[in-house]
């Protein structure tokens, strides 16, 4: 640890984006000169390793937060309402993964691509998008800024491991039960608070997060809605669809745009995507280069491939967005805004 550093806090720390914040800090060298890893009543003991050093996680209580200055949470929604305000209180810059806070005008919504100048009307609390809306504006930001946008229609491919460590165990065994020809009782997926649960090995459920009244899920609504407050764009058409899949990490969706500017190639968005930061452009469709959630895991870019024109729409186009969930769509742009605080002179 680093005298001249932060004094940071990990809450949810035991959880799968908690480790994936933990390796972040890590392989970034964030400037850490104390960190505290907590979590519920109920992991509170564990141990978990960070730079060499074996911690104990210990439980999150308000008090905790006393002398931090940057606090990442990812330990659900509840969690964050009932804490995130004593942090604020104590001094903290909270950093908050769950969907508690994104929509409250007075928390900025930020991917630093795309909107890193908004985390300077903070009041304490800035919101980390959610991981399918996340991928999705980092692809569609340099394509707005150069040709204007109009519409988006998304259909989501989205792996288990967005539901947490128990969700990607739920696959596993019933993966290998399903193999042994043994019986299975379903118990986490779609939505673990809700009385139906489905198979998810070998199976597709077009169902993440809960219902709303207008027949689309939560996570739909997030979507959109994030998006249009990301982007700046209230006018903005967005659509989506999301579906869970038996893939443990890594997200992918199907885009189809309509852009304001007539008379544009598919090419012209290629050279977008290859000069876009975060991005990697993999589209050679000849050779069979295309994102592929397997080979995104781990790393921090999001993947843009599969990028066609519309065959009937003049301005409208096909892209294929993948990137690792637990990172881009999480830790990773978690960190980044930490970044940012310090680049910015905020903190
Ligand atoms: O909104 O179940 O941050 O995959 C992202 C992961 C909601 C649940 C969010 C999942 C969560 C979602």
Redesign the pocket.
Known sequence: METNGYRIAVVGASGAVGQQMLKTLEERDFPISEIKLLSSKRSAGTKTVFKGKELVLEEALPESFEGVQIALFSAGGSVSKELAPEAVKRGAVVID???AFRMDPDVPLVVPEVNEEDIKKHSGIIANP??STIQMVAALEPIRAAYGLKKVVVSTY?AVS??GTKAVDELKEQAQAILKDEEYTPELLPVKALEKHYQIAFNVIPQ??KFEENGYTF?EM?MINETKKIMHMPELKVAATCVRLPVVTGHSESLYIEIEEEGRDAKDIRKLMENAPGITLQDDPENQVYPMPAFSEGKNDVFVGRIRNDLDQSNGFHLWVVSDNLLKGAAWNSVQIAESLIKLKLI
Do not use: L, P, V
């Open positions: 993964n769950t969907s959610n991981c989205q967005g539901a993440i997060d996570e997030k």
